[in-house]
């Protein structure tokens, strides 16, 4: 069967993850230990840190191997949601508003705004899969795809907050939470939106993470 | 199956121990300030004098960050296991005292002087003109009498003399930087203005805390308030900028049905200010900016000699703000937790700024302004004498929400959620010479709202299922959440407030008896953990619908989303609550004017407005400040000719 191919495929390339390192890698820049006692802010980013980004190894859809927190998070504005290719509930509306979101903050895309997806079948997300996936969507450089071994992605999905408190409704994939995380993680500012949403607003709500203190007017 | 925070399977033993761990906090609290004698007496001592042990101070103490070098990360909120959330240090209850915010300090001038037009050129950030002088620039001149200056600010305080110092933000009127800000003592038929002055610090890697954006709207929660200065959550400004808001403290209906005076029946008492950014309420309202706005007339005048006799402000007459939130096991630094979609609940209960203080009172009544800040917490008050557990303990309720209820109603205890507030008279001459408790008996596991006894579905009977052991809703008298410390002097004093017991009346309720241009439905659901109202999101871009100036609607408010209740807001003007699944309400302060509903679980809620005076934008939202932040909430606007959209 093809995901059985897929799935071997994958995991093929995937098998030196296994021993992957799993310490959680320090801060850049001043931290406890490196020229004087960690502040409230440095302990504030670390604790976020250690809540919610493990840091993971994980496969983009070209094949390679990144860290989440170190490569994908660490000094980042980024945004982060969850799909698999197979979903026709919420999935192709998320995603070709993203695509949309994408144009719209094209100038800041792969410079300091990174957007990731993340995949919640890892086991028939192949690397292969997500490419192809990603193809589809006409992503630019700058919004990559990932997968990766299932307890690792399964550590991200909850560490930043895509899970339910019903574990029966938590299990059930067609279910699966369809927000867009949006945050600057150096800055520490984290919210998130409605991936069906209009477009146009997840855009200028990321655009806060770049200018985080622009004023906005809506003319009544 | 049982599932930990991690999503691991656990024992049921080990589920129950988790729960006992809840029980058993709730116990360490009472025994940081009972006897031993008493602690017997209320059946919690074991025959062999332990208490808890160390590991079951708090449920949370399961779900502590993991060591550095794991990368284990915590989830949400599993099905009937109590918080998802780090478990705080100790903290000891009722050292410190009660604080009253001081009143707010008005200015004589504001440089430069505000401009009817949005001074842009100052860095003013404002959506229009003032509204007020363009309807009567005598009563409402550009520049009124009461004049308010407030710098939002970043500043320290200590909650609690077992945490160290909190770098958190507030309001300065001048006096000094605090959190809740000052109470502003307002009257009808005296506008006034306020400038807002962002002064937090620009958002750098160095002065942040770890949540919270520096850009702020500050709303007046409750305000017949034009739109241009009711601090909408889609205009923000950041540091260095200024927005002057008019707040005419006028009556509903003054340039409608009731011109030229307004309606007394919507006279206000008990509204609030606090910041609405959009996205980001709920963090920066965890962080300090929440603050009373108080606002009498020629019969709810603050002094107990005159019109209503309610007990004199601001000696007699004490607003106190409820909030709980979630310290850092090891730094002991305020946390929030950023990554939470369903509702966050602390373990520490703040009254005022301060974990649990105690208060001094005379043996006479007091009128209570009892204000839930969130983010997601309902609370159900009860009086409570440790020494006399079995005893109900009577109070009064004067009011709902923003308002007087036409007489006084005799409860045992009353709930609120986000942002309700509600009016209370205690009497403590029973209780002269002895120390008795406010205290929080309604259990909350989660975001999803009270634990609910709404039959077989219900979250009650569901988890006592699992568990094989009850969970109530109510919890036992004591083993709630002590709030609040009464430490009631013997020595008897001159009280001239007038005694509920006779059946005073305040305001009558506006009639009802009026046919609607119109009635909206409002769904509010989850789709694919996405809060949503009629399947859309918040959108700064869109409104929604327009209703039509000086007309009268109906709102239809349906809970799809399950286990969930949401408490929901509606900005501009109050509503009367018709029905509830078709019902006529039963309890008491569902029978005032409000404005938070709170929606239960599979509920259908009618409501009667009349949408007076002013035009402009303004919003409709949940106000567990989680769900808002997460777009349960839709701009709507009042125009001279308004729309027949019924489900927007």
Same mark, same amino acid.
Request: with cysteine; glycine share 8%; net charge neutral.
């Given at each position: 069967? #093809?995901?059985?191919?897929?799935?071997?495929?994958?995991?093929?390339?995937?098998?030196?993850?296994?021993?992957?390192?799993?310490?959680?890698?320090?801060?850049?820049?001043?931290? $406890?230990?490196?020229?004087?006692?960690?502040?409230?802010?440095?302990?504030?980013?670390?604790?976020?840190?250690?809540?919610?980004? /493990?840091?993971?190894?994980?496969?983009?859809?070209?094949?390679?191997?990144?860290?989440?927190?170190?490569?994908?998070?660490?000094?980042?504005?980024?945004?982060?949601?969850?799909?698999? $290719?197979?979903?026709?509930?919420?999935?192709? =509306?998320?995603?070709?508003?993203?695509?949309?979101?994408?144009?719209?903050?094209?100038?800041?895309?792969?410079?300091?705004?990174?957007?990731?997806?993340?995949?919640?079948?890892?086991?028939?997300?192949?690397?292969?899969?997500?490419?192809?996936?990603?193809?589809?969507?006409?992503?630019?450089?700058?919004?990559?795809?990932?997968?990766?071994?299932?307890?690792?992605?399964?550590?991200?999905?909850?560490?930043?907050?895509?899970?339910?408190?019903?574990?029966?409704?938590?299990?059930?994939?067609?279910?699966?939470?369809?927000?867009?995380?949006?945050?600057?993680?150096?800055?520490?500012?984290?919210?998130?939106?409605?991936?069906?949403?209009?477009?146009?607003?997840?855009?200028?709500? !990321?655009?806060?993470?770049?200018?985080?203190?622009?004023?906005?007017?809506?003319?009544? | 199956?049982?599932?930990?925070?991690?999503?691991?399977?656990?024992?049921?033993?080990?589920?129950?121990?988790?729960?006992?761990?809840?029980?058993?906090?709730?116990?360490?609290?009472?025994?940081?300030?009972?006897?031993?004698?008493?602690?017997?007496? =209320?059946?919690?001592?074991?025959?062999?004098?332990?208490?808890?042990?160390?590991?079951?101070?708090?449920?949370?103490?399961?779900?502590? /960050?993991?060591?550095?070098?794991?990368?284990?990360?915590?989830?949400?909120?599993?099905?009937?296991?109590?918080?998802?959330?780090?478990?705080?240090?100790?903290?000891?209850?009722?050292?410190?005292?009660?604080?009253?915010?001081?009143?707010?300090?008005?200015?004589?001038?504001?440089? /430069?002087?505000?401009?009817?037009?949005?001074?842009?050129?100052?860095?003013?950030?404002?959506?229009?003109?003032?509204?007020?002088?363009?309807? *009567?620039?005598?009563?409402?001149?550009?520049?009124?009498?009461?004049?308010?200056?407030?710098?939002?600010?970043?500043?320290?305080?200590?909650?609690?003399?077992?945490?160290?110092?909190?770098?958190?933000?507030?309001?300065?009127?001048?006096?000094?930087?605090?959190?809740?800000?000052?109470?502003?003592?307002?009257?009808?038929?005296?506008?006034?203005?306020?400038?807002?002055?962002?002064?937090?610090?620009?958002?750098?890697?160095?002065?942040?805390?770890?949540?919270?954006?520096?850009?702020?709207?500050?709303?007046?929660?409750?305000?017949?308030?034009?739109?241009?200065?009711?601090?909408?959550?889609?205009?923000?400004?950041? /540091?260095?900028?200024?927005?002057?808001?008019?707040?005419?403290?006028?009556?509903?209906?003054?340039?409608? #049905?009731?011109?030229?005076?307004?309606?007394?029946?919507?006279?206000?008492?008990?509204?609030?200010?606090?910041?609405?950014?959009?996205?980001?309420?709920?963090?920066?309202?965890?962080?300090?900016?929440?603050?009373?706005?108080?606002?009498?007339?020629?019969?709810?005048?603050?002094?107990?000699?005159?019109?209503?006799?309610?007990?004199?402000?601001?000696?007699?007459?004490?607003?106190?703000?409820?909030?709980?939130?979630?310290?850092?096991?090891?730094?002991?630094?305020?946390?929030?937790?950023?990554? @939470?979609?369903?509702?966050?609940?602390?373990?520490?209960?703040?009254?005022?700024?301060?974990?649990?203080?105690?208060?001094?009172?005379?043996?006479?009544?007091?009128?209570?302004?009892?204000? #839930?800040?969130?983010?997601?917490?309902?609370?159900?008050?009860?009086?409570?004498?440790?020494?006399?557990?079995?005893?109900?303990?009577?109070?009064?309720?004067?009011?709902?929400?923003?308002?007087?209820?036409? @007489?006084?109603?005799?409860?045992?205890?009353?709930?609120?959620?986000?942002?309700?507030?509600?009016?209370?008279?205690? #009497?403590?001459?029973?209780?002269?010479?002895?120390?008795?408790?406010?205290?929080?008996?309604?259990?909350?596991?989660?975001?999803?709202?009270?634990?609910?006894?709404?039959?077989?579905?219900?979250?009650?009977?569901?988890?006592?299922?699992?568990?094989?052991?009850?969970?109530?809703?109510?919890?036992? $008298?004591?083993?709630?959440?002590?709030?609040?410390?009464?430490?009631?002097?013997?020595?008897?004093?001159?009280?001239?407030?007038?005694?509920?017991?006779?059946?005073?009346?305040?305001?009558?309720?506006?009639?009802?008896?009026? *046919?609607?241009?119109?009635?909206?439905?409002?769904?509010?659901?989850?789709?694919?953990?996405?809060?949503?109202?009629?399947?859309?999101?918040?959108?700064?871009?869109?409104?929604?619908?327009?209703?039509?100036?000086?007309? !009268?609607?109906?709102?239809?408010?349906?809970?799809?989303?399950?286990?969930?209740?949401?408490?929901?807001?509606?900005?501009?003007?109050?509503?009367?609550?018709?029905?509830?699944?078709?019902?006529?309400?039963?309890?008491?302060?569902?029978?005032?004017?409000?404005?938070?509903?709170?929606?239960?679980?599979?509920?259908?809620?009618?409501?009667?407005?009349?949408?007076? *005076?002013?035009?402009?934008?303004?919003?409709?939202?949940?106000?567990?400040?989680?769900?808002?932040?997460? $777009?349960?909430?839709?701009?709507?606007? !009042?125009?001279?000719?308004?729309?027949?959209?019924?489900?927007?």
């Amino acid at each position: 069967m #093809d995901i059985s191919r897929r799935k071997l495929l994958g995991w093929t390339a995937l098998a030196p993850v296994a021993a992957a390192a799993e310490a959680v890698a320090g801060l850049t820049g001043k931290t $406890a230990g490196m020229g004087g006692p960690a502040t409230a802010s440095d302990l504030a980013r670390q604790r976020i840190q250690r809540m919610h980004f /493990p840091n993971v190894p994980l496969y983009t859809h070209e094949g390679k191997r990144v860290m989440f927190y170190d490569d994908l998070v660490k000094g980042k504005i980024v945004t982060m949601n969850f799909f698999f $290719a197979r979903c026709d509930e919420i999935c192709p =509306m998320v995603m070709a508003n993203l695509s949309r979101v994408q144009q719209r903050l094209a100038a800041d895309l792969n410079k300091r705004l990174f957007m990731y997806s993340l995949t919640l079948k890892p086991e028939e997300d192949t690397v292969d899969a997500i490419r192809q996936f990603r193809e589809m969507h006409h992503a630019r450089p700058g919004w990559t795809f990932l997968t990766g071994k299932p307890q690792d992605l399964e550590k991200v999905r909850r560490g930043i907050g895509f899970s339910y408190p019903n574990p029966v409704v938590d299990k059930d994939k067609t279910q699966h939470i369809g927000n867009v995380r949006y945050g600057n993680e150096p800055l520490m500012l984290w919210a998130a939106c409605p991936g069906m949403a209009h477009a146009d607003f997840i855009a200028e709500s !990321v655009s806060w993470m770049i200018h985080p203190e622009q004023n906005r007017i809506q003319p009544s | 199956m049982y599932f930990n925070v991690f999503g691991e399977k656990v024992s049921r033993a080990r589920y129950r121990e988790m729960l006992n761990a809840a029980k058993n906090r709730r116990e360490l609290i009472a025994a940081g300030l009972t006897s031993r004698r008493t602690l017997f007496k =209320m059946g919690l001592l074991t025959a062999g004098g332990m208490l808890v042990t160390q590991g079951g101070l708090s449920a949370r103490a399961q779900t502590n /960050p993991p060591s550095s070098g794991s990368t284990n990360s915590p989830g949400t909120n599993q099905l009937c296991l109590p918080s998802n959330q780090t478990a705080s240090p100790a903290t000891r209850a009722f050292i410190e005292p009660l604080v009253v915010m001081p009143l707010a300090r008005n200015v004589s001038h504001l440089s /430069p002087a505000p401009t009817e037009n949005p001074n842009t050129g100052a860095g003013e950030v404002r959506a229009a003109p003032f509204q007020a002088p363009q309807i *009567d620039p005598v009563r409402f001149p550009v520049v009124p009498g009461t004049l308010y200056q407030f710098n939002q600010r970043q500043f320290t305080t200590r909650q609690s003399p077992d945490l160290p110092q909190q770098t958190i933000w507030g309001y300065d009127d001048g006096t000094g930087t605090r959190s809740p800000g000052p109470t502003y003592r307002a009257f009808y038929g005296s506008p006034q203005l306020t400038r807002n002055i962002n002064s937090l610090p620009a958002v750098t890697q160095v002065n942040n805390t770890g949540f919270g954006l520096p850009s702020v709207t500050t709303h007046l929660h409750n305000g017949h308030t034009p739109s241009e200065s009711d601090g909408n959550p889609c205009d923000f400004y950041g /540091p260095g900028h200024f927005c002057d808001q008019y707040y005419p403290n006028v009556l509903a209906g003054f340039n409608s #049905d009731h011109a030229p005076q307004g309606d007394i029946n919507e006279s206000l008492s008990t509204l609030w200010y606090h910041d609405h950014r959009v996205d980001f309420t709920s963090q920066n309202t965890y962080k300090g900016l929440i603050g009373f706005y108080c606002l009498f007339n020629q019969f709810d005048t603050g002094d107990e000699g005159s019109g209503f006799h309610l007990p004199s402000f601001p000696q007699y007459d004490i607003p106190l703000a409820f909030n709980d939130k979630v310290y850092d096991p090891e730094s002991g630094d305020l946390v929030f937790d950023l990554f @939470n979609l369903d509702g966050i609940l602390g373990d520490k209960f703040l009254v005022n700024g301060k974990i649990q203080p105690f208060f001094e009172v005379q043996p006479r009544r007091y009128r209570f302004r009892l204000l #839930d800040t969130g983010p997601s917490r309902f609370y159900e008050f009860f009086l409570t004498d440790l020494n006399n557990l079995n005893n109900a303990n009577p109070y009064w309720l004067i009011g709902t929400d923003g308002n007087l209820l036409p @007489n006084p109603v005799q409860i045992t205890s009353v709930r609120i959620g986000p942002a309700e507030r509600v009016e209370v008279i205690i #009497d403590f001459r029973p209780f002269a010479g002895k120390t008795i408790y406010l205290e929080n008996r309604l259990n909350q596991l989660n975001g999803q709202g009270p634990v609910d006894n709404f039959g077989p579905g219900g979250t009650s009977q569901e988890c006592s299922a699992n568990l094989g052991m009850t969970v109530p809703q109510i919890l036992p $008298a004591g083993l709630g959440n002590l709030l609040l410390q009464f430490r009631v002097s013997s020595r008897a004093v001159a009280d001239n407030s007038v005694d509920p017991a006779t059946n005073p009346t305040f305001y009558q309720l506006p009639s009802t008896n009026v *046919d609607p241009r119109i009635v909206r439905t409002f769904k509010f659901d989850r789709l694919n953990g996405q809060w949503s109202i009629n399947g859309q999101f918040m959108d700064c871009n869109q409104f929604r619908f327009a209703v039509q100036q000086n007309s !009268v609607e109906q709102w239809l408010l349906m809970n799809l989303s399950g286990d969930w209740t949401h408490p929901i807001h509606i900005h501009l003007e109050e509503h009367q609550i018709l029905s509830r699944n078709r019902a006529a309400p039963t309890l008491p302060a569902d029978k005032g004017r409000k404005d938070v509903t709170q929606l239960h679980p599979n509920e259908r809620v009618q409501l009667f407005f009349r949408f007076r *005076d002013w035009l402009g934008k303004y919003p409709i939202h949940c106000h567990n400040v989680v769900h808002e932040d997460h $777009a349960m909430m839709a701009l709507w606007h !009042v125009v001279a000719q308004g729309d027949d959209v019924r489900v927007p």
